[in-house]
């Protein structure tokens, strides 16, 4: 059996309170592995799972779609460049790549139905001068159109029809926006957050932010931001600044992921170990949950279980009420990206080392997982 489905589980049963702490003993059984696939391409995405297919980018311009059960490829399509996670909605996988490129693939054959390309130059020195090496990120579906964010500073609206143009939306540089409800959250380096009806364009709201920086995400009649250490939450409705909470570890980069019940998610990142729940409606640290490394992304498993990937190579669970951690998984690789639950399965991409290769080779594993978490 593979080394990776044969390590066991630890359980890290950490207290409640704020404090943190953890104790762990090991646990009779592992996870079982049921496939996995290796590629050189070493940043593989999460996989969006639909129809009994996990769709990911499994090279620089190439999408192809793994049963669900046995990873077996189940078509394979080469585009210009996708690489950024896909999102797929009414049967159609909508992908963004390194220049600019968005796509619209058929996931039933794989068929490619459009491809659009915005040549926005890159203005930075070396050999990406001149070329439009900006990457893109799909958004969502609105009136006819698949909105795409993209680090040259626009929100493009491209026809589902035809695969061209219908709009384009400038907003401040970077990947900062989401897509909820028929409007985006941008935020701006001129310290102003901006809410954007998706369907006219126009702005419905603006106001001063925080320092936080990161994306927002909004969950039920709130916008949420947080970074260099500080949580931050707005009403979707005209802005106002409804809360703001710092955290006592000051990390310099986080992240809100997810909601759970009364508690947001928020994860530490880079220079804090720690998964923290906050109050959605008040702010207050409701938990907070040591793990081992710096959790990088996480994806909820069930109604309470939070599955909190580390650089570590660790994926701790979580019960996402209380902040117990319930156990932590050694991967023996470096967890990048976000797991992703579905099918009774947790889809772990990942890098491992090889040699001779900087960044490694990309894996994607899949594993059984334990109905009693």
Not at 189 to 215: C, I, P
């Amino acid at each position: 059996m593979n080394r990776i489905a044969v390590l066991a589980w630890v359980l890290a049963f950490a207290s409640a309170n704020q404090a943190g702490a953890r104790a762990a003993t090991p646990e009779a059984e592992p996870w079982k592995e049921v496939w996995k696939i290796t590629t050189d391409w070493p940043w593989l995405r999460s996989p969006a799972v639909t129809d009994g297919k996990a769709i990911v980018g499994t090279g620089h311009d190439v999408l192809t779609a793994l049963e669900l059960n046995t990873g077996e490829v189940v078509w394979a399509t080469k585009v210009r460049s996708a690489f950024q996670g896909a999102i797929v909605i009414d049967g159609v996988a909508y992908i963004g790549g390194s220049d600019n490129d968005m796509h619209a693939v058929n996931v039933r054959d794989g068929k490619l139905l459009w491809s659009y390309q915005a040549f926005t130059p890159w203005e930075g020195d070396g050999f990406m001068k001149g070329r439009p090496s900006h990457g893109v990120k799909a958004l969502g579906v609105e009136e006819g159109c698949a909105l795409f964010s993209s680090s040259d500073g626009n929100v493009y609206g491209i026809s589902l029809a035809d695969g061209k143009k219908a709009w384009q939306l400038g907003s401040p540089p970077g990947w900062s926006r989401c897509l909820s409800g028929g409007v985006l959250y941008l935020l701006g380096k001129d310290d102003k957050v901006f809410a954007v009806d998706a369907r006219t364009r126009g702005t419905l709201w603006a106001k001063e932010r925080t320092t936080v920086h990161r994306f927002p995400y909004r969950f039920g009649g709130a916008v949420f931001m947080a970074g260099e250490g500080r949580v931050a939450a707005l009403s979707a409705r005209d802005g106002t600044q409804l809360w703001v909470t710092d955290t006592p570890r000051k990390a310099r980069m986080m992240a809100p992921l997810q909601a759970v019940g009364d508690a947001l998610i928020v994860l530490g990142e880079w220079d804090d170990d720690t998964v923290y729940g906050l109050h959605r409606e008040t702010g207050k640290i409701l938990w907070q949950a040591r793990v081992t490394g710096y959790p990088r992304s996480s994806a909820l498993w069930g109604e309470d279980k939070l599955l909190a990937s580390t650089n570590a190579g660790m994926v701790s669970a979580i019960n996402a009420r209380t902040g117990h951690v319930l156990a932590e998984r050694p991967l023996g690789v470096t967890g990048m990206e976000a797991p992703t639950v579905a099918g009774g399965l947790i889809l772990v991409p990942s890098q491992e080392p090889v040699e001779g290769k900087p960044h490694g080779r990309g894996v994607l594993t899949a594993y059984r997982l334990d109905a009693g978490g």
